[in-house]
T-cell receptor
């Protein structure tokens, strides 16, 4: 079973920032937080990951709380093409590699 | 750079036939993972392979399913004697070591 919890759905207005929360209260010190998204049954797309520092790339920003028990994925200017299911996954470095997907958050970006 | 490639993208089989799904990882990636997504359900891990070795098959059904990743060529997920419950999207992902996994577009299997 997934060890993260996310709200099942969220709405966001086009052009506004989308902030997607994730709780990972049982995360251990060597586990990374990974974010993927799946657009309409396409293959999951990697977005970003982090350990304890905030991270930013061309797609999104990841804010991890100091106690590492929760994080927020930020899409700074959401577009209609960002409508997707977003998955937050904690993954231990050096484990067998499998990703355990939960139900994710369905983000609907509205015009 | 080419990403993960999967073929066929769509596969239709009748009950009892065999299904072979192929996955070509990103060039330079030697780790391959297979996941399955049943209709209206989440993604479930099936198997993790390195070249010529199965590392973790804890998600594979006990019967009819097998996977390989030969020294040369793509990884193959093989389903023998397919049943309707095997209808699903099968996704392959690859990585360098145990780093970030990158997914392919998937194969949609429909069993009639």
């Amino acid at each position: 079973d997934a060890k993260t919890t996310q709200p099942p759905s969220m709405d966001c207005a086009e052009g506004r920032a989308a902030n997607l929360p994730c709780n990972h209260s049982t995360i251990s010190g060597n586990e990374y937080v990974y974010w993927y998204r799946q657009i309409h049954s396409q293959g999951p797309q990697y977005i970003i990951h982090g350990l304890k520092n905030n991270e930013t790339n061309e797609m999104a920003s990841l804010i991890i709380t100091e106690d590492r028990k929760s994080s927020t994925l930020i899409l700074p200017h959401a577009t209609l093409r960002d409508t997707a299911v977003y998955y937050c996954i904690d993954r231990r470095s050096g484990n067998t590699g499998k990703l355990i997907f939960g139900q994710g958050t369905t983000l609907q970006v509205k015009p | 750079n080419a990403g993960v490639m999967q073929n066929p993208r769509h596969l239709v089989r009748r009950r009892g036939q065999e299904a072979r799904l192929r996955c070509s990882p990103v060039k330079g990636h030697s780790h391959v993972y297979w996941y399955r997504q049943l209709p209206e359900e989440g993604l479930k891990f099936m198997v993790y392979l390195q070249k010529e070795n199965i590392i973790d098959e804890s998600g594979m059904p006990k019967e009819r399913f097998s996977a390989e990743f030969p020294k040369e060529g793509p990884s193959i997920l093989r389903i023998q004697q397919v049943v309707r419950g095997d209808s699903a999207a099968y996704f392959c992902a690859s990585s360098v070591g145990q780093e970030t996994q990158y997914f392919g577009p998937g194969t949609r299997l429909l069993v009639l």
